[in-house]
């Protein structure tokens, strides 16, 4: 089945020409056929685990679900192993493409969450995991984002997200390398926050030395902090309810030494 009608199938809605040509900004790019690689170690299992007790606690049986800033798929291809109808988007079209090569495959599309294109009410859940929403930097364009997650979900839909928190962000969560390992993508990381703009620059040096010829790169990622007040704000102005706050993995609240926030809002019924 092409794109084009695997996307009308799952959403109800002709896909925009965009969605279908738009390239990815520089983010994501380089790194994306290693990405899969990076995080061969990241629980991904276990992270639909927790979107799960979430789910139960929520009482949500969801069907139709979109992984939103997927990357190469890894929470969406776990939740179709899990029997849930998955579509991804994101804003890159290197990482979309690596969605393509999961088992199964993530039927994914290139879309920037800022401008969401999705039928209204298509939708039981919206996941975004492993801090993607922090990579939308400017506030105006998370409310957008927020907008059309609502406007995608149908009554009583879930939007569960994790962000890193501020504490995160300012201390240094990305200054790391593994040059000391003898593993074939090695990496040196470093980060600088900016208390003004509330924004932490990651500077990232890779390199691939298993073919030829070794492969260098760099690539500079943004991640922004929000304050959980703002983002409840934004949740609220966009149409949701009952906002709920986890401290990541557990059922508690955060504190203030919490690195990343899962939050889970609803569409009125
Ligand atoms: C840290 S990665 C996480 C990917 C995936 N959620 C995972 O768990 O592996 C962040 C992802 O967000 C995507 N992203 C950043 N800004 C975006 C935007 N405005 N719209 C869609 N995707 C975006 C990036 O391209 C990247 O794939």
Redesign the pocket.
Known sequence: MSLRKLWQKLTGAKPPVWVLTRP?QG??EQVAPY?DHL?RT?P?RQWVDYVEKLLRRHQASPRKVL??????G??GVEMVRRGYEVIG????EP?VKGCSQQNPPLPAVV????RLGLASGCLDLVV?????LN??IQPA?LED?FQGVNYALGPGGLFIFDLNTEHALRSGLFTQNNLDTTDPLQYSWKSYWNPETRLCRIDMRFRWDEGEQPVQFTETHYERAYEETQIQQMLTTAGFEQINIYNAYTLNRPTRWSDRIYYVAQKPQ
Not at 67 to 72: A, E, Q
């Open positions: 990815g983010e994501f990405y995080m990241v991904y992984d939103l800033c997927c990357g190469t890894q929470v988007v994101d804003l890159s990482m879309m920037d969450a800022q975004s995991l492993y801090d993607s990579y939308i364009g984002c």
